[in-house]
């Protein structure tokens, strides 16, 4: 599956607190073009139901944790987010669904496009219906 997880440098130690530095092609795999993070979702709340034809993205959680399910039209995986310097690396074509939120959670996701919905398929059946061709 074209998922992963990156651990990324902590610079700092307990006494004054940790940096974490992300940069295009170096520890994130592509070109950053863009930066979008979601915050305030209720804990009850799932996000995600979608996928994307080309773009790649990074998920990180800043602060709080969440689960993220992966589904690459054959395998299944649910990853834990809940280090600030972990990151999920998300290629094209894999459904992903968001889940149990944490309180304060903030999710940080860099995208390797300007954002473009033509991009996304968001109906599971057309979703599935790319892997029978
Ligand atoms: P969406 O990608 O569906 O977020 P999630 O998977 O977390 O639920 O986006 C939610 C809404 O925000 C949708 O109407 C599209 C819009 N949006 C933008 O306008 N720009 C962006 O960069 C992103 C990611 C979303």
């Keep these: 599956m074209n998922?992963?997880?990156?651990?990324?440098?902590?610079?700092?130690?307990?006494?004054?607190g940790y940096l974490t530095?992300?940069?295009?092609?170096?520890?994130i795999p592509f070109d950053i073009k863009r930066?979008?993070?979601?915050?305030?979702?209720?804990?009850?709340?799932?996000?995600?139901f979608h996928s994307h034809k080309k773009l790649e993205q990074?998920?990180?959680?800043v602060n709080g944790s969440i689960k993220v399910k992966?589904?690459?039209?054959?395998?299944?995986?649910?990853?834990l987010l809940d280090k600030p310097n972990e990151g999920l690396y998300i290629g094209p074509m894999i459904w992903r669904e968001?889940?149990?939120y944490a309180e304060n959670t903030v999710l940080m996701v860099l995208a390797s496009e300007l954002?473009?919905?033509d991009d996304y398929i968001?109906?599971?059946?057309?979703?599935i219906s790319y892997f029978k061709k």
């Excluded at 930066?35 to 995600?48: A, C, F, L």
């Design 3 to 16: 998922c992963y997880i990156l651990s990324f440098d902590e610079i700092g130690n307990i006494e004054i």
């Design 21 to 27: 530095s992300l940069e295009s092609l170096k520890n």
């Design 35 to 48: 930066v979008y993070y979601t915050y305030d979702v209720p804990v009850k709340i799932k996000r995600g």
């Design 58 to 61: 990074v998920l990180i959680c």
């Design 70 to 79: 992966c589904f690459d039209g054959q395998e299944e995986k649910v990853y």
């Design 98 to 100: 968001m889940y149990d």
């Design 115 to 117: 954002y473009d919905e």
């Design 122 to 127: 968001r109906d599971y059946e057309k979703f």
